[in-house]
């Protein structure tokens, strides 16, 4: 019986991936121009309709009409409803693939692979997240901790609001990554004193040290003030963020969630807005590096556990 080699499948210029399901099904043509329709459908467990279909296109177009002929988009087993969400959450919410797959887990109790999440923002059109290039490593070192308030890293970012400088300040827990976020409009040592009795009173837990960098609003007179409430303070090395890694990658969360999106009309707004978003950071917002947990979830496992 007549075969038909890859090296001929080459020369076609037929795609590798059909040169197997050519092969067989030549042979299978082969067979039924031997042995008939029935013995060829009764021979390779086929349906005879099928095998008179492939002999046909073979007699009408020789190899190339063996060809799979499948369709480039299959019908979607996704419902449309999640195909909705999935755009929804690309769209709107800016997520990437592993963090709505979460999302639609955890939020509406779906299950769909971040592969096949890929795929439908393909199709619908929206190219994969591309961040903005920066000077330094884009993903900063981050550590964890065993125990919440283990160490605190806080720090200051430079924003603006209605077109006037207006200062953040950050601190974030190592353990849980439980945040406490506040805008003021100015930068110096009373502000820092002011953060961090609102620190103190605001953690749910207590804080044995905090890491800062050597910015001038952590003078000496901040770093007496933290060591009389019992607590060490560290200094990272100059000109090394990677030692905040946490805080310093929370200010890139806050940047693509928040600065980026809402233009706020004067302080006041944006203070008010910025104290929901604690709250929704901490109590709604699952994160990657906790697995999908919230830090109000993370925070309760050790509660439960008894660590606290």
Same mark, same amino acid.
């Given at each position: 019986m007549p075969t038909i080699?890859?090296?001929?499948?080459?020369?076609?210029? $037929?795609e590798k991936r059909y040169h197997h399901t050519i092969e067989s099904r030549f042979a299978i043509v082969q067979y039924a121009t031997d042995h008939g329709m029935k013995g060829a459908a009764r021979r390779f467990g086929l349906d005879r309709n099928t095998v008179?279909?492939?002999?046909?296109?073979?007699?009408?177009?020789?190899?190339? +009409?063996?060809?799979?002929?499948?369709?480039?988009?299959?019908?979607?087993?996704i419902a449309d409803s999640t /195909?909705?969400?999935?755009?929804?959450?690309?769209?709107?919410?800016?997520?990437?693939?592993?963090?709505?797959?979460?999302?639609?887990?955890? @939020? =509406?109790?779906?299950?769909?692979?971040?592969?096949? $999440?890929?795929? $439908?923002? =393909?199709?619908? +059109?929206?190219p994969p997240l591309r961040r903005k290039p920066q000077r330094r490593p884009r993903q900063l070192p981050r550590f964890s901790r065993e125990r919440p308030g283990h160490c605190g890293q806080v720090d200051v970012?430079? @924003?603006?609001?209605? +077109?006037?400088?207006d200062f953040q300040y950050t601190a974030i827990d190592d353990g849980t990554r439980y945040r406490i976020l506040r805008l003021y409009p100015q930068n110096h040592q009373?502000?820092?004193?002011? *953060? &961090?009795?609102?620190?103190?009173?605001?953690?749910? *837990?207590? $804080?044995?040290?905090?890491? /800062?960098?050597?910015?001038?609003? &952590?003078s000496l007179a901040f770093a007496l003030t933290v060591q009389q409430a019992g607590m060490r303070l560290r200094d990272i090395t100059p000109r090394c963020p990677e030692q905040n890694g946490n805080v310093e990658r929370s200010h890139r969360v806050d940047?693509?969630?928040c600065w980026s999106r809402s233009p706020f009309a004067g302080f006041a707004p944006a203070a008010e807005t910025w104290l929901a978003w604690e709250h929704r950071s901490n =109590?709604?917002? &699952?994160?990657?590096?906790? =697995?999908g947990l919230t830090p109000a979830e993370k925070l309760a496992t050790f509660t439960d556990a008894g660590s606290l």
């Open positions: 080699t890859t090296k001929e499948l080459t020369t076609l210029k $037929i008179r279909a492939w002999r046909r296109r073979w007699q009408a177009a020789d190899v190339a +009409g063996l060809v799979p002929r499948y369709p480039l988009i299959r019908a979607r087993r /195909v909705a969400l999935i755009e929804h959450a690309r769209r709107d919410l800016k997520y990437g693939a592993v963090r709505t797959r979460m999302w639609l887990e955890r @939020v =509406h109790r779906l299950r769909v692979a971040a592969a096949t $999440i890929r795929r $439908i923002c =393909h199709r619908l +059109g929206y970012k430079e @924003v603006r609001v209605a +077109g006037t400088k009373h502000t820092s004193h002011t *953060f &961090f009795t609102t620190l103190r009173t605001t953690l749910p *837990f207590p $804080i044995r040290k905090l890491q /800062v960098d050597n910015g001038p609003e &952590f940047d693509e969630a =109590h709604e917002r &699952f994160s990657l590096a906790l =697995h």
